[in-house]
């Protein structure tokens, strides 16, 4: 089992190969859909973003509103595959890895290839499991989007497999019969 | 004649849906635990143990077991000799959803429109389907519905030529096409026959039935068995990751059709397949 840990270097991504299971520590951000649209569209305008993304973690969830006494509530993985149209950018910018659940398009394994990154995979559907290794949570941006605003996690044992790695090795599509890339 | 109070109903589908939210059902709890006893791939294998380890934790913590809380859809079977008094019956399922999704603290996933795409805030409305049956009782089953698998949901207007060899092509398609994206393991709701809404309906209904009832029809039942095992060779694996627990169960509906249809449907449900079925 491997630890990660943010901020990552490239020498951190290129030791991680396709089917390695890892646990995440400390922070990650986390981040859906019209959290990913908003950033996406400040670097556009020619504005940064609301954190320094270097070597970050961004989860794609939604979570739960808190119950009372619970710092988050249940909260799993979403489908990434609806933030394929914004990644490529944010990897352009240093994003280093993202974890979600299911597939990424071609665009994004491509600039995970180019600027070296990692998609890694979590349980969909545990989200009681997963917010139990959530430690700590902050809004930092777009509190009007509710469960979609942008939060900064800590999270301990973190679990996840390297679904995607940096040299384009898919745990997705080996399944239909695609080559490994071990270079 | 039996009356009902629309405020019984209301209460009824509060705590369906605050139940069906937190604790997933025993007979998919056990297929979830037979499977991670056969599963092969290691990696699979820890996937199975955590989604297991977070239906425990979901009822100790009392927190949704996933944070897709759904779209509700509401199955009711309204007994013919039923009035129901003090207001009108889909009113009644809405509030209770609005109560119990306040009160469990889950997330509100529905949106006013499919194109303005305002979230209503409360989580209504349910999607509500309702069938007259005999007697004096009310039945209300509710699925809260996740995305995930919903989405990855296909409906076919077959040839009768293409026949059961057809039906059976389509569901591994359905499977396959879907991949890791509804939370497998999964169980595959198939309906075949009726016509276009009828075997959507009917697909839907299938995920309703315990993955440990085989169709009382034999050949159906066989047909279930016969693509379980067809499914899992597919070799998807939990969460797509590879491994032989691609579903927990195949159910198959039937209805008679058209002689120029053969309509097939299959709805994917996720392994938080979260069903309550309740009798007033
Ligand atoms: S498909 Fe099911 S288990 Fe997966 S995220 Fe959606 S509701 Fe949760």
Same mark, same amino acid.
């Given at each position: 089992?491997?630890?990660?840990?943010?901020?990552?270097?490239?020498?951190?991504?290129?030791?991680?190969?396709?089917?390695?299971?890892? =646990?995440?520590?400390?922070?990650?951000?986390?981040?859906?859909?019209?959290?990913?649209?908003?950033?996406?569209?400040?670097?556009?305008?020619?504005?940064? =973003?609301?954190?320094?993304?270097?070597?970050?973690?961004?989860?794609?969830?939604?979570?739960?509103?808190?119950?009372?006494?619970?710092?988050?509530?249940?909260?799993?993985?979403?489908?990434?595959?609806?933030?394929?149209?914004?990644?490529? =950018?944010?990897?352009?910018?240093? =994003?280093?890895?993202?974890?979600?659940?299911?597939?990424?398009?071609?665009?994004?394994?491509?600039?995970?290839?180019?600027?070296?990154?990692?998609?890694?995979?979590?349980?969909?559907?545990?989200?009681?499991?997963?917010?139990?290794?959530?430690?700590?949570?902050?809004?930092?941006?777009?509190?009007?989007?509710?469960?979609?605003?942008?939060?900064?996690?800590?999270?301990?044992?973190?679990?996840?497999?390297?679904?995607?790695?940096?040299?384009?090795?898919?745990?997705?599509?080996?399944?239909?019969?695609?080559?490994?890339?071990?270079? | 004649?039996?009356?009902?109070?629309?405020? &019984?109903?209301?209460?009824?589908?509060?705590?369906?849906?605050?139940?069906?939210?937190?604790?997933?059902?025993?007979?998919?709890?056990?297929?979830?635990?037979?499977?991670? /006893? *056969?599963?092969?791939?290691?990696?699979?294998?820890?996937?199975?143990?955590?989604?297991?380890?977070?239906?425990?934790?979901? %009822?100790?913590?009392?927190?949704?077991?996933?944070?897709?809380?759904?779209?509700?859809?509401?199955?009711?079977?309204?007994? &013919?000799?039923?009035?129901?008094?003090?207001?009108?019956?889909?009113?009644?399922?809405?509030?209770?959803?609005?109560?119990?999704?306040?009160?469990?603290?889950?997330?509100?996933?529905?949106?006013?429109?499919?194109?303005?795409?305002? #979230?209503?805030?409360? #989580?209504?409305?349910?999607?509500?389907?309702?069938?007259?049956?005999?007697?004096?009782?009310?039945?209300?089953?509710?699925?809260? *519905?996740?995305?995930?698998?919903?989405?990855?949901?296909?409906?076919?207007?077959? *040839?009768?030529?293409?026949?059961?060899?057809? %039906?059976?092509?389509?569901?591994?398609?359905?499977?396959? /096409?879907?991949?890791?994206?509804?939370?497998?393991?999964?169980?595959?709701?198939?309906? %075949?026959?009726?016509?276009?809404?009828?075997?959507?309906?009917?697909?839907?209904?299938?995920?309703?039935?315990? %993955?440990?009832?085989?169709?009382?029809?034999? /050949?159906?039942?066989?047909?279930?068995?016969?693509?379980?095992?067809?499914?899992?060779?597919?070799?998807?694996?939990?969460?797509?990751?590879?491994? #032989?627990?691609?579903?927990?169960?195949? #159910?198959?509906?039937?209805?008679?059709?058209?002689?120029?249809?053969?309509?097939?449907?299959?709805?994917?449900?996720?392994?938080?397949?979260?069903?309550?079925?309740?009798?007033?």
């Amino acid at each position: 089992m491997k630890l990660l840990r943010a901020p990552l270097q490239i020498e951190d991504i290129m030791e991680l190969s396709m089917g390695d299971e890892v =646990l995440v520590q400390g922070s990650i951000y986390a981040a859906r859909d019209a959290a990913h649209k908003n950033m996406v569209q400040s670097l556009e305008n020619g504005e940064g =973003l609301p954190f320094d993304i270097e070597g970050q973690i961004i989860y794609y969830v939604g979570p739960c509103p808190a119950p009372p006494g619970k710092i988050i509530g249940s909260a799993g993985p979403t489908t990434s595959g609806r933030m394929d149209t914004y990644a490529h =950018l944010l990897i352009a910018k240093g =994003l280093k890895a993202m974890i979600g659940k299911g597939p990424r398009d071609q665009n994004v394994i491509e600039a995970m290839k180019k600027y070296g990154a990692v998609y890694l995979a979590t349980v969909g559907g545990a989200g009681a499991y997963l917010a139990r290794c959530i430690k700590d949570v902050e809004t930092i941006a777009y509190p009007e989007l509710g469960p979609e605003s942008l939060l900064k996690m800590e999270v301990q044992d973190f679990p996840c497999v390297v679904a995607i790695d940096a040299r384009g090795n898919d745990i997705y599509r080996l399944e239909k019969g695609a080559e490994v890339a071990d270079d | 004649m039996r009356q009902i109070d629309v405020k &019984q109903i209301t209460q009824t589908v509060k705590e369906a849906v605050m139940q069906a939210n937190i604790s997933l059902p025993p007979d998919i709890i056990q297929a979830l635990q037979e499977a991670s /006893d *056969k599963e092969s791939s290691p990696s699979a294998r820890r996937f199975l143990k955590i989604i297991l380890e977070n239906t425990e934790l979901a %009822v100790q913590e009392n927190m949704a077991l996933c944070q897709d809380t759904g779209m509700v859809v509401v199955d009711v079977e309204l007994g &013919q000799e039923v009035i129901i008094q003090g207001g009108y019956l889909n009113e009644a399922i809405n509030l209770g959803i609005r109560e119990g999704y306040q009160q469990g603290f889950f997330r509100k996933s529905v949106v006013n429109d499919p194109f303005q795409r305002i #979230n209503t805030g409360d #989580n209504t409305p349910a999607i509500v389907h309702c069938n007259l049956a005999e007697g004096d009782k009310l039945r209300i089953t509710v699925l809260p *519905k996740g995305a995930g698998s919903e989405n990855m949901g296909q409906l076919s207007m077959l *040839k009768p030529a293409q026949g059961i060899n057809g %039906v059976k092509d389509f569901i591994l398609k359905v499977v396959r /096409d879907a991949g890791g994206n509804p939370c497998p393991p999964i169980i595959a709701g198939v309906g %075949v026959g009726g016509n276009m809404e009828k075997a959507a309906l009917l697909a839907k209904r299938a995920l309703l039935r315990p %993955v440990n009832i085989r169709n009382s029809r034999n /050949d159906l039942a066989r047909l279930e068995e016969e693509m379980l095992k067809a499914v899992n060779e597919l070799g998807i694996g939990p969460q797509g990751m590879g491994g #032989n627990t691609t579903a927990l169960a195949v #159910n198959i509906e039937v209805y008679p059709t058209h002689i120029a249809s053969l309509p097939v449907a299959v709805n994917l449900g996720c392994h938080s397949t979260r069903r309550v079925s309740v009798e007033i």
